[in-house]
């Protein structure tokens, strides 16, 4: 059983920064596959990016280049740095522990966050 707990969302201006932060529960963080979804009001939740245990990543196209995902395995986080954030951007991100499968569909992710809001204003 693996807990995440996202942290870090906000209301802000476009064009702006913020980093998002998944706290793991567990003592074998490290093994994990770890990616980032988000899910706009009435829209299906959508693949953002993954971090592999041994630190590859992949993003969607519509943010890549602005978001950059990193890990620290010795404090069991996962980050997401969002930069030039976009009111497109606004959503509901969730983070997620990857079980098998493609990186890029959530059925493939077994455990998953609360979620934290973040609203990007024109």
């Known amino acids: 059983q693996v807990q995440l707990v996202e942290s870090g969302g906000g209301l802000v201006q476009a064009g702006v920064s913020l980093r998002l932060s998944c706290a793991a529960s567990?003592?074998?963080?490290?093994?994990?596959?770890m990616g980032w979804f988000r899910q706009a009001p009435g829209k299906e939740r959508e693949f953002v990016a993954v971090?592999?245990?041994?630190?590859?990543?992949y993003y969607a196209d519509s943010v890549k280049g602005r978001f950059t995902i990193s890990r620290d395995n010795a404090k069991n986080t996962v980050y997401l740095q969002m930069n030039t954030l976009k009111p497109a951007d606004t959503a509901v991100y969730y983070c997620?522990?990857?079980?098998?499968?493609?990186?890029?569909?959530?059925?493939?992710?077994?455990?998953w966050g609360q979620g934290t809001q973040v609203t990007v204003s024109s």
């Open positions: 971090i592999t245990r041994s630190g590859a990543t």
């Open positions: 567990g003592r074998t963080f490290g093994i994990y596959d």
């Open positions: 997620a522990v990857h079980s098998y499968g493609s990186y890029y569909y959530e059925s493939g992710y077994n455990y």
